[in-house]
């Protein structure tokens, strides 16, 4: 097994303690970093498409980002200054009177899983927290999650208040929570609906793909 | 007979740890409240409470004084004083309620949407006329019928309005909650007269792990105040954000809802409280929370034996639902294990009548055939006498059968014991001739048919007009100071 072939078992599988030192092996091997990444990158690739196709668990894929992170920390200070090391940026929270997080959190974490750099703003975050938020970090995606039909009503708001502060057009708008649907997605005017964090991720990766 | 049948999960050594270790939770770590008025008045009572971090810890001595403050017999009030609820039953059996929250209405039409005003209204006309159906949660009118700050109260008013039976409070915001309450008030007569016979409780929630936010704890600071009962409520969903494990999640709930427990009986010793422990679980490969995963309804038996064998307070859990979206093989299959699982546990309260898709849709269909598998559950628990009457021994030991002419059908003992059997109300129980010439009728054909049935009758409870007009007032106030 060659030393990069090495590094993507072991990302594939999981093992987080092991692929630092396979990454350096690699990388005292001549491997360049970047090809080292790629490498990961492909492995990581391999691993949604079994988690797509019901034949991973999500502990598992977790594991294999985790994984994964272990090796770029390696890698990083190597790579060409400013070479970006994920695909985007998304920022993800609660909207502001609901402070359901476990949704929430599950899309932070299959969002870095395919290698989207997330901004989590917590829960119960009002609309001037996210436009603040979207100056700051310049994220290509928002996501807002609620739980609560009181609180859903909340992402209509936020919405509305993008557009009067003059971000709407900079970011596309994912939203998602239990009693959310593609119809009130449509009515509320948002990019994009999510039924589960996997399908957030999915829909992310695409569209940071496409620009 | 025993008498009732009843199964443990848990042997004394197992109940003795996991009393132990929920007690050393709440001692070692405590939990985090969201309520300095609460916080200082725990302080009072001699928690140990730090402000700061809006933590509180308390007592072996405060947890043993809380227990025996609980109060073992109570009633919760029914507002058509017909089915009031003794606690614990007289007859040994479950109490059953309605699901709580559920956004979504699967109508008889098959259309499922977002609760209609109109169809709440239904759900109370369907609910009073079920047997086995002994109280009410509210469903989560949508905010697009009704303003959004306000879902709970808008639709409390259609509860006080149109059901007969106890009603179960989920509030959705803290200042709601004052206007709830004296909504209770108005439709109970007076604050005195609901004290005395509540026809309301509550739900106040924890947020894992031992959370408290300032709605919930508010929730709490003014039913205790107020004397209202509480049936206090943990949502763990396993391996999210409690163990993985159900037992993990059996713990983490019990220790929340044990604190509430705590907290409600030093603010007000005496409070009828109702230990609910809600469990759910993370599915491991689509992250969808579940209902009905088999090890979680193990882990709802655990949780009631905690608190009913263990302490002697009453407990309630999910004792109906499905993960299903529809009303197929799959929601029946889960809801009616579930419900005979808790029905032979500890559980007083069986809960989630009515309710798909993990308690997110409610359907007055399955709401209907629900009935229909509570009273099968019910006659279950009750297990059966072992003695010479029941095995008929008079005419066995007679030889009764040796002569020709005798028939059982006709005997002395069937004519005593011929009504005993459990008759469903809306099975099949006749062969293919009937079936044919009856329409070749499914149980949900039958379920629609009571449907019509019930909501064709003319005859339903409605609150009293003076006492509506006083709901009326406070809702008008409500509306006024909550909605934006």
Partial sequence: MSKIEKVKVLVETGKSTMVGAAVQEALDAG??????????IASMGVVGEKFSAGKLFVPEMLMAARAMNEGLDVIKPLLESG??????KAMVGTVKGDLHDIGKNLVVLMMRSVNIEVVDLGINVTAEQFIAGIKEHQPKIVGLSALLTTTMNEQARIIKSFEEAGVRDSIKVLIGGAP???????????????????????????????? | MKKRIKYNVMIDSELSFFKGEIERLLIERGVHLDHDEMLKDLAELGCKVDMDAREVKFTKELIDKAVKAVPEKFTLYSPSGQTDLVFPNPEGKFYTRTNTGAPKYLDIKGDTHYAKPEEVEEWFKLTNALENIDFVALPSTSGEYVPG?????????????YSAKHIWIQPYESANVKYLIDMSVAAAGGLEELQKKPI???????VPCLKFTHMDAEIMYQCAKAGIPVQPCSLPTAGANVPVTAQGTAFVACAEVMAMIVMLELLHPGLPVIATPLLFSMDMMTTYTLQANTEITIARSIAMELFENGYNIRAHSYG????????DAQNFIERTSLTDSMALSAASVLGGAGQLETAKTNSPIQLIIDNEIFGIAQRLRRGLDIDAEAINSEEIFACLDQDPSFSYLLSA????????????????????????????????????DKYHEIMNAEETYVLAADKFAEVEKVLKLAHEALVK
């Fill in chain 1, 83 to 88: 070479a970006p090391t994920t695909i985007g």
């Fill in chain 2, 413 to 448: 003992h069937t004519s005593r014991h011929f009504m005993n059997p459990h008759r469903p109300d809306m099975f099949n129980r006749d062969g293919v001739a009937h079936f044919e010439a009856d329409g070749c009728k499914t149980l949900t054909d039958k379920a629609l």
């Fill in chain 1, 180 to 211: 959310i649907t593609q119809r009130w997605a449509d009515k509320i005017g948002a990019d994009g609906f999510a039924a589960d964090a996997a399908g957030a991720a999915a829909w992310s990766k695409t569209y940071l793909a496409s620009i």
């Fill in chain 1, 31 to 40: 491997i360049q970093p970047e090809e080292i990444l790629d490498g990961m």
């Fill in chain 2, 149 to 161: 700050d306000a879902v709970d109260v808008y639709t409390l008013e259609k509860a006080l309005k």
């Fill in chain 2, 320 to 327: 109906s639902g499905s993960d299903s979206l529809t009303l």
């Fill in chain 2, 200 to 206: 309301v409780s509550f739900i106040a929630c924890s």
